[in-house]
């Protein structure tokens, strides 16, 4: 059975401060998806990586896949208090479009002023 | 830009009944797909449908659940007879064509059972 662990699941951090959300899973998957969730809303894609060394940027976002070491980070730099949601990572380890997605815990960000 | 649409956003039921969930995928889209999210926990799949069958299901997914695309639009989910620990946030998604991977979700619908 596929397991998907982040870490970690809270994280409250100061406003300007970086940090990094981790991201293990347990099959051999080259296809790993961040997904931001507000509360009571929706999930919204922030990134698809689909390769082994794969990084993607967006804004204060950074996220990068290894799947040699099955690990995918998520590096937040200069927080602010507009990143403060929870963030999902999730695994898809089909072979074809249409697999199902495996979710983790979340990571619970709260940015303080 | 095409979004993936749910109704009703809330849906409150009494233990035993039916409920049907409803959603219209992106239009063009091939894949479908069902999760849902129990209060404060993690995102769990459900189903995935594609050329107008099942295509994978969890062990979540027993025969009180149930899907259905009536037409070239709708996707449904049905619960047959409500349970309390159906009370859940469902999700429906999709994803475009064969060989893209990314599920693009719906805004949810709140399914409270009492």
């Known amino acids: 059975e596929l397991k998907v662990e982040q870490n970690p699941l809270f994280l409250s951090m100061q406003e300007g401060k970086n940090y990094t959300i981790y991201c293990n899973y347990s099959?051999?998957?080259?296809?790993l998806y961040w997904y931001r969730q507000d509360p009571g809303k929706s999930l919204e894609s922030l990134f698809v990586?689909?390769?082994?060394?794969a990084v993607k940027q967006e804004g204060r976002l950074m996220a990068s896949l290894d799947t040699k070491a099955r690990l995918s980070t998520l590096h937040i730099t200069a927080a602010v208090h507009d990143l403060s949601a929870t963030y999902f990572c999730?695994?898809?380890?089909?072979?074809?479009?249409?697999?199902?997605?495996?979710f983790g815990e979340g990571t619970q960000l709260t940015v303080n002023p | 830009e095409p979004e993936v649409t749910q109704t009703p956003s809330h849906q409150v039921t009494q233990m035993g009944q039916e409920v049907i969930l409803r959603c219209v995928p992106i239009?063009?889209?091939?894949?479908f797909y069902w999760y849902r999210q129990i209060l404060g926990q993690k995102v769990e799949f459900l189903v995935s449908?594609?050329?107008?069958?099942?295509?994978?299901k969890s062990e979540i997914f027993d025969d009180q659940f149930s899907v259905e695309r009536p037409d070239g639009s709708n996707f449904t989910l049905k619960i047959r007879s409500t349970k309390l620990e159906d009370s859940a946030m469902y999700f429906c998604?999709?994803?475009?064509?064969?060989?893209?991977?990314?599920?693009?979700f719906g805004p949810g619908t709140r399914l409270t059972v009492t």
């Open positions: 998604a999709s994803t475009g064509w064969i060989g893209s991977y990314e599920q693009y």
């Open positions: 099959t051999t998957s080259d296809r």
């Open positions: 990586l689909l390769s082994n060394g």
């Open positions: 999730a695994v898809d380890e089909g072979e074809t479009s249409g697999s199902r997605l495996t």
């Open positions: 239009s063009n889209h091939l894949y």
């Open positions: 449908f594609y050329n107008n069958e099942i295509s994978e």
